[in-house]
C-alpha cells in the first residue's frame, strides 16, 4: 500500500517557477512515478513519467525543455520542477505510482494516487 501527499502548488505568475513534492508513504522504489493534471472540464493528463530507478523520463510534449521529473527513492519523494511556466499549465497537479514505466502516460494503469494540489499562474 502506497500513501501520496502533494505538496507546492500555489498561485504563481507567468514566467515564474514552482517545485511540486510528493511524499510517499510505503516504499515507491518498485512504481514508475508520474505527475498528471486535470484542468477544470477537462481530462486528466499524462505531465511526466520516471522510472523505477531513474534511468528514464518521458514528458509530454506541452512542458518539454520547460519541466523536469526527479525521484529519491531513499525519502520515498519524487518531484517536479517547473520552469518558465504558463497560463495553460494551470490545474490540479497529481503524484501517481504506475507499475510499469511502459504505462506511465495511462492514467487507467495507475495504481495510486495523490490528492492534488492547485497550481494557478496568472497571466
Known amino acids: 500500500q502506497v500513501h501520496l501527499v502533494e505538496s507546492g502548488g500555489g498561485l504563481v505568475q507567468a514566467g515564474d517557477s514552482l517545485r511540486l513534492s510528493c511524499a510517499a508513504s510505503g516504499t515507491i522504489s518498485r512504481y514508475a512515478m508520474g505527475w498528471f493534471r486535470q484542468a477544470p472540464g477537462k481530462e486528466r493528463d499524462f505531465v511526466a513519467g520516471?522510472?523505477?530507478?531513474?534511468?528514464?523520463?518521458r514528458y509530454a510534449d506541452s512542458v518539454k525543455g520547460r519541466f523536469a521529473i526527479s525521484r529519491d527513492n531513499v525519502k520515498n519523494a519524487v518531484y517536479l520542477q517547473m520552469n518558465s511556466l504558463k497560463a495553460e499549465d494551470t490545474a490540479v497537479y497529481y503524484c501517481?505510482?504506475?507499475?510499469?514505466?511502459?504505462?506511465?502516460?495511462?492514467?487507467?494503469?495507475?495504481?495510486?494516487w495523490g490528492q492534488g494540489t492547485q497550481v494557478t499562474v496568472s497571466s
Open positions: 501517481a505510482a504506475v507499475p510499469r514505466f511502459t504505462a506511465i502516460t495511462s492514467p487507467l494503469d495507475v495504481d495510486y
Open positions: 520516471i522510472s523505477q530507478f531513474s534511468g528514464s523520463t
